[in-house]
């Protein structure tokens, strides 16, 4: 079984930053954002073999690369949705499991 510490250990290693703990909202507490988000959650779902099939990168991340010409006219998916928060409990529990976030 995956423990939380296992978790925790995985995102600062990814994120260098020493101060995540189980309750950290990954997007607003380690401040993971855009690609590097998106990179973490692929790295995670290959470590702890979870399936991300489902996984919609827009309920949790922003995009860095909002500049489009789209953009002038519709929103981004990531601001017409309101953002799940992601920790590492939640991870852990999804790495038990072994399927999707």
């Not at 380690?30 to 998106?38: L, P």
């Not at 996984?55 to 799940?84: A, C, M, N």
């Amino acid at each position: 079984m995956i423990q939380s510490e296992d978790i925790v250990l995985f995102i600062r290693e990814f994120s260098k930053k020493d101060y995540v703990i189980d309750e950290t909202d990954l997007f607003d507490g380690a401040w993971i954002k855009g690609d590097a988000f998106t990179t973490l959650i692929q790295s995670y779902a290959k470590k702890f073999e979870v399936d991300i099939s489902n996984y919609l990168w827009y309920f949790h991340t922003d995009d860095i690369s909002d500049f489009s010409v789209g953009g002038f006219f519709f929103k981004p998916p990531f601001k017409q949705v309101e953002r799940i928060p992601i920790s590492p409990l939640l991870l852990t529990e999804f790495a038990n499991k072994k399927n999707g976030i």
